[in-house]
């Protein structure tokens, strides 16, 4: 989308990648620069050209649409034709009230001394903090965002630690690096008891939003949703399983297929072996096969221990049957994200579940992504 001021000293267009449309949990999800500037601080798919003819001269732009706590402002100095790339400061708390894509205006102003100020008005498509937008195609453009999918595992929201307190976690104090695979099973299996426990399910709910062929999003609920309403689909349970682990100091990732989802873990330092977890299975305990006669009911943990077992060989199958399409030919249906990697990467936290912006720097407390890529991740 491109709106073109008349010929002269100055002109502006407004371009938008998907064309009209806004996601701000993309934007939300970056670092802000340490000089805290505005003008290229956004993640790119809103861009502000300016054309220039004549004298150098100083402008500023106005950047405002509904959902921002105060318009954008940029002041430049423009002797050439510049790409502006803006970051807007939303509102969380008004993002966090969205139920859907919202149709809006979105106004930019460009102004500079001896000139009328040029004001354009566009509408675009604002889409709500659940919606990841992973893929675009459009013409030439092939832009993969799958990494933003770690934006959503956020180890600091305070749901998880009202899920460790239910795993029997102490999460009083900085808890030790886990050592070896058999504590990171462990606390992978205490996070699973803490789900049992809460009552957390799984919904056949799918995730797909938009598949394509120019926009590929899917909806990924904030943590509070997913712990309030006590039910999960497939990439829901992923990415608060891995939210868990990463508080736990144990190293995550989400593997996605089409139309599913489940989370893995390494359980080695080298990053080298891994277990997997298929989420559909939240909720087994409920779902267990009766005690045998005269036995009497069998306790919840080993309920919960059972369905945790059960989760670990369909996450193992399930791997088996699709790594050969996780070699980077396969995007956007096939995805292996690791949080480590991710956060190595600038993906922040959301962080909308706590009032302010302290996830924006990196919290993940599990070991730091190495550079090697792992050779495998069968155990």
Known sequence: MALVAPAGALSLDIETTPSGDLFPALELSQPRTADGGEAHAGNGLLRLRVGHSGQPRDARLTVSTPGLTTATVIDTHIDEDIVLRPRLKWDIGALRGMQGVRRQALQVVLSSPGMDPIIRTVEIRLHPLDEALYFVREGNNRIDLGWSFAAWVDPQDPVIDELLQLAGIDITGMMRMPSNRADRLARARAIWFGLERHGLRYADDSAGISQGPVVYSQRVRLLSSTWDERVANCLDGSVLIASALERLGVGSFLVLVPGHAFVGFYTDDARHEAEFLETTLLGFAGQARPAPSGSGARPARQRAIEG?????????????????????????????????????????????????????????LSAPHRPQRPTSHIP
């Open 308 to 364: 945790f077992e059960a989760a670990r060989r369909a996450g193992r199958d399930r791997y088996r049957r699709i790594a050969p399409r996780l070699d980077g030919r396969h995007r956007p249906d096939y995805a292996l994200i690791d949080i480590s990697k991710a956060r190595a990467y600038g993906i922040m936290p959301l962080a909308v579940g706590r009032g302010d912006r302290a996830g924006s720097a990196p919290v993940a």
